[in-house]
């Protein structure tokens, strides 16, 4: 049986903005913003992800479409010291979706919650067990799209839920700016301020903001890569940026003009999501409605997110230990489940804490921030170093200078980025 393959240009574009798209977006990189210079803060973020995110896409885009496998084989082709580094790509994508998947539960009942009109605390949601029940569900809503297969699974999931996202957002963004607050919350989210700029803390929020938002650096564009045949690279993955940066922006627009016209902190982190945002819906008019669309859309975009980190691991199942794809789901559905389970565990009743810190925050802190940057730098250095140049740039096209500029961004700029970024989320903890 040849390699399986998506429908049209526009179902891969799709299926990837989907891996893009995710809790990052509407979520994280409001806060993000707001914590980092407003306004100012887009500067260094539009220079990572034009600089480094869409480089490195691109890049793992021709890996996966030179080769036609996924990260281990394609490595391995290079010999087989390097199918470790492949291996090791694999398995902190795997560690990041076992968390992942449990903050996408939290999202799904939190949707079910207002679309039943029954909001809830979110101490008393997690410290009870019905948070397990979710991780269980949405698992295994990411298991049956995955199993189906890239055509039937993962490309049609992503065709209706990315334009329901959209269609959402678009409505929740042309609310939020009808209210009273609206200005005030427009104007802490994008005022700018400059003098942010010199803190080297907010160069490296941005470039991580950058890798984790674009899912580049994991194998995940590589993986989906290697299941399209033509097409021009650059232009699908300019595409995907862009519109992985509207949404991520967008989103801050929906968010703080609802928490300034309610007059409420606007919080951090778990909090902002979790905690003010719902006590924001509560209080309105529609909030119910307001909030299950919500959570709706924020469920949809973490699960085309997660969706793509199970394909990684299963294509590797499939590529490298020719497991049928049924089998091969199965099994790290099996696996993921496992290991997310203390994630799931650490804000119920249990508590499972590490030196007092909740397994699912130091998974974020190991998995998502130290293990996403050591995946990005093995993949940049590999790619970048070792893999045939000529059969890259036979993928990417392109003239001379332009593939010479790109060469230098792969080999130099993203590694040493990287570097810096990595050493900066160590001081993040101790200093
Ligand atoms: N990009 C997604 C988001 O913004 C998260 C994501 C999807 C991801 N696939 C990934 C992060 C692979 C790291 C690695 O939420």
Known sequence: MGREEWSSTLGFILASIGSAVGIGNIWRFPYIVGANGGGAFLIPYLISVLLFGLPLMVLEFAIGRSTGKSVVSAFQSLGQRFSVAGLAIVVIVSLILSYYLVITSWVLAYALFFALNRPVDFGAFTGSYLPLIFFLLSGLAVFLTVRSGVREGIEKVARYLIPALVVILLFLVAFSLTEPGALEGARFYLLPDYSRLADPGVWTAAFGQAFFSLSVGMGVMLTYGSYLKRGDLFRSASIIVVADMLIAILAGLMIFPLVFTAGVDPAAGVNLAFVTLPSVFVEMQFGMVLGALFFLMLFA??????????????????????????????????????????????????????????????????????????????????GGWYMDRTRIYAEIGGCRWQQRVYTVLIRYCVPIILLITLLGSFFQVTG
Do not use: C, H, N
Request: glycine share 8%.
């Open 301 to 382: 975009a973490a699960l085309t997110s997660a969706v793509s980190m199970l394909e990684v691991p299963v294509a590797t199942l499939m590529d490298s230990y020719g497991y049928p794809r049924k089998r091969a789901t199965l099994l790290i559905f099996a696996a993921v489940m496992l290991l997310g389970f203390p994630s799931a565990l650490s804000y119920t009743a249990l508590k499972l804490e590490i030196f007092g810190t909740p397994f699912l925050d130091l998974s974020d802190y190991v998995f998502g921030t130290i293990g996403l940057i050591v995946a990005g730098l093995i993949l940049s250095i590999v």
